[in-house]
């Protein structure tokens, strides 16, 4: 039978085709009018999309190469700074800032969980020159809370910068970040807004442009004044990844409700669209008996499950594979075997996410871990959507419906 | 939310990837060596698909140029006819032999039944020169049964030719063509080899062959004989659709197995893939309470169901299309607004049928016509694929699962 590859992964995730169709034709040099007017167009998409007044730098790397320019830019060696790590993601802050002679304090805490406020607190220091987390830890599917956060570096008259890789928190959470404070948000073209990786993009706050005045960490290709001098006039200072780019102008167009798309309008539409995805894969995984690896602090980025007992996550993964050619994502680092991720973020929609549970039950009954009933975690994920599109059902979940429109 | 458009119509089908990237690189002249390769490596492998030895001719063309052709080139006007009509491609067959001035013998049977044998015989002259049937007749779901009427032909030993329009039936029934003594089969584009509409393709017997130099009805783009010469050195008569050929030279590349194709090789597992889709949403229908339109004579390109009581299937159509830009069929002709269609040809895999059955469950009870609970149909076909897949279950549908490997 066929079996057609579907991506499930936090990233990459599935392609617009209106973004494919402006790759394949993106034919144009980056020092032309014409590019110009699309890459300055794309800075202004990007800034209503992360919904800041602040300048947007664009960048032709991965999300890391963001991260380390939220670094390299902002600190100098033996700057005292917090990361707040709860996952993989988490220690690449660490590593990162150690890299550059940051003397890093961390606030550690296991896979899956997230920070109380008091334990932030009690991890800041008056020398705290940057806080740096992620909205949303991809490794474990667990989001931090952000405004939280920054409301109470507000309370404690903290100095410190508050920066914040949302590579995949973006389009799957609602932020404000300039009304909360946020300092430097962070984000990256293969997640939610459906391109192939090459891109990272940061939006930096007055504070933070400040602050890059006297940092002095070594820095080239990722320096953020000179790139903000170039960006402004609608060019990068080095070769930027011209096609990737058209990419996201179209995808922005779409998200926009521009080009024909089919998204009800906006970023936010967008952000409730990865929730209930996410809602229908969290019922259908406890109507299969499973449990979420991040029970108490869950995001819509992508939902860790974990494996049940005895059982390998990285079966799971390559069933779906070999018997649908589904492409989940293991867990990562330390959780590998233990947790598999289904992602919801950018180009799904309820469809997608009904099939993928399909198929997750299927595997779940071949490897024999499955104690529940076919159909089971499609029903749940079923009444999820209904409930949804307004649709209630007077019915138990097994019995005969009778159908109530609210 | 997003809505992905999702063909589920018998024609245009879901297109391959592979043969859009093909398509979309087919820059060339068809007068060229470059074109003529091309042309005779696709004739070659319509020949392995149809599973025939028979020369076959590609027309530029929907499938109707061929069904012509198949009037014009094998009748003179007077001809006698006999045509089996069970549906609006049945009537086509009516329209076509009487517009090219042959006499009509109809064996006409209601939408969605098929003929007896005995009804057959008794409607055969001894002067009929053709008879013309459909495979599988897409208007109503409904199979023909091509390999008894060919039987049934020659041990009446008649001189008529069988013309079989198999533009829904090729890549969805198991056909031995050259076995059973049929003269022409012809087949088209946008079905299930995966492309876009604008070809059409037939395979005529020797007997066809040589009934075309007697025959003299009026014909220019579709004579055969013309085609034959040229499309023997890799050339068509007229200006071919050079990209819809390179389009259809990898599709019949990813049948076969090759350029990375995630099929089980071959046409027959073309066929078992839609054959397992249509039992997965037959089952689905079932415990829906929905009934087939052709519970008797069912194919598998696609599955026709009944509209209940009281409702327009006009309007299930469009629930789906507005809740899901899922694309499905109505009714044709006669039947449009009592059935609608489901299809299984092509590029479709199981979890896009769980998709779209998933959807049509929310559309019964949106449009108040549930008799069902949420996840009923879901069950139904998630059992039809574990079964294929060669696992069983010993538990009752809705109770918890034990599970037996065969």
């Given at each position: 039978m066929?079996?057609k590859t579907?991506?499930f992964?936090?990233?990459?995730?599935?392609?617009?085709p209106a973004a494919q169709?402006?790759?394949?034709a993106?034919d144009?040099h980056?020092r032309?009018?014409?590019?110009?007017a699309l890459?300055?167009?794309?800075?202004?998409?990007?800034?209503t999309f992360?919904g800041?007044?602040?300048?947007?730098i664009?960048l032709?790397?991965?999300?890391?190469?963001?991260m380390?320019?939220?670094?390299?830019?902002?600190?100098?060696?033996?700057?005292?700074?917090?990361?707040?790590?709860a996952?993989k993601?988490?220690?690449?802050?660490t590593a990162?800032?150690?890299n550059?002679?940051?003397?890093v304090?961390?606030l550690?805490k296991p896979?899956g969980e997230?920070?109380?406020?008091?334990?932030?607190?009690a991890?800041l220091?008056?020398e705290?020159?940057c806080?740096?987390?992620?909205a949303?830890?991809t490794?474990?599917?667990?989001?931090?809370?952000?405004q939280?956060?920054?409301?109470?570096?507000?309370?404690v008259k903290s100095?410190?910068?508050?920066?914040?890789?949302?590579i995949?928190g973006l389009?799957t959470?609602h932020?404000?970040v300039?009304?909360?404070?946020?300092d430097?948000?962070i984000?990256?073209?293969?997640?939610?807004v459906m391109?192939?990786?090459g891109?990272?993009?940061?939006?930096?706050?007055?504070?933070a442009?400040?602050r890059?005045?006297?940092?002095y960490?070594?820095r080239?290709?990722f320096d953020l004044r000179r790139?903000?001098?170039?960006q402004?006039?609608?060019?990068?200072?080095y070769?930027?990844a011209v096609?990737?780019?058209a990419?996201l102008g179209?995808?922005l167009?779409y998200?926009?409700?521009?080009?024909?798309?089919d998204?009800?309008?906006g970023?936010?539409a967008?952000?409730d669209?990865?929730?209930?995805?996410?809602?229908?894969?969290?019922?259908?995984?406890a109507?299969m008996?499973l449990?979420?690896f991040s029970?108490t602090c869950?995001g819509?980025?992508a939902?860790?499950?974990v494996?049940?007992?005895?059982?390998?996550s990285?079966?799971?993964v390559?069933?779906?594979k070999?018997?649908f050619a589904?492409?989940?994502?293991?867990g990562?680092?330390?959780?590998?075997?233990?947790?598999?991720?289904i992602?919801h973020?950018?180009?799904?929609?309820p469809?997608d996410?009904?099939?993928?549970?399909?198929a997750?039950e299927?595997?779940?009954?071949?490897?024999?871990f499955?104690k529940?009933?076919?159909?089971?975690?499609l029903?749940?994920?079923q009444?999820?959507?209904?409930k949804k599109?307004?649709?209630?059902?007077?019915?138990?979940q097994n019995?005969?419906?009778?159908l109530?429109?609210?």
């Amino acid at each position: 039978m066929f079996r057609k590859t579907r991506l499930f992964t936090p990233g990459p995730t599935p392609l617009l085709p209106a973004a494919q169709f402006a790759m394949a034709a993106a034919d144009m040099h980056h020092r032309t009018p014409e590019f110009r007017a699309l890459f300055s167009k794309v800075l202004s998409q990007l800034q209503t999309f992360i919904g800041t007044k602040n300048d947007v730098i664009l960048l032709s790397s991965s999300g890391t190469g963001a991260m380390e320019a939220s670094v390299t830019n902002l600190t100098s060696p033996g700057d005292r700074v917090l990361v707040l790590s709860a996952g993989k993601f988490g220690e690449r802050w660490t590593a990162l800032a150690q890299n550059f002679g940051c003397h890093v304090d961390v606030l550690k805490k296991p896979y899956g969980e997230t920070f109380s406020l008091d334990e932030i607190r009690a991890a800041l220091k008056i020398e705290t020159r940057c806080v740096y987390v992620q909205a949303n830890e991809t490794s474990t599917g667990a989001r931090h809370d952000i405004q939280a956060i920054a409301s109470l570096l507000r309370e404690v008259k903290s100095e410190a910068l508050l920066v914040v890789d949302a590579i995949t928190g973006l389009g799957t959470t609602h932020f404000d970040v300039d009304a909360w404070g946020v300092d430097v948000i962070i984000g990256g073209s293969q997640k939610a807004v459906m391109i192939p990786p090459g891109l990272s993009y940061l939006a930096l706050s007055d504070r933070a442009w400040e602050r890059m005045e006297a940092a002095y960490n070594p820095r080239y290709y990722f320096d953020l004044r000179r790139e903000r001098k170039n960006q402004l006039k609608g060019e990068s200072a080095y070769t930027p990844a011209v096609s990737l780019i058209a990419g996201l102008g179209a995808a922005l167009d779409y998200i926009a409700g521009q080009g024909g798309g089919d998204l009800a309008t906006g970023r936010d539409a967008l952000i409730d669209n990865a929730e209930l995805c996410a809602e229908m894969t969290r019922a259908a995984a406890a109507a299969m008996g499973l449990k979420l690896f991040s029970p108490t602090c869950y995001g819509a980025a992508a939902t860790a499950i974990v494996a049940p007992e005895g059982v390998d996550s990285t079966n799971i993964v390559k069933d779906l594979k070999s018997r649908f050619a589904a492409v989940i994502a293991n867990g990562q680092g330390e959780m590998k075997g233990q947790i598999f991720r289904i992602a919801h973020l950018g180009y799904f929609d309820p469809l997608d996410t009904l099939a993928l549970i399909g198929a997750l039950e299927q595997t779940a009954h071949a490897l024999g871990f499955a104690k529940f009933p076919l159909g089971a975690g499609l029903t749940a994920a079923q009444h999820v959507y209904a409930k949804k599109a307004g649709l209630s059902y007077k019915s138990a979940q097994n019995s005969p419906a009778e159908l109530v429109t609210r």
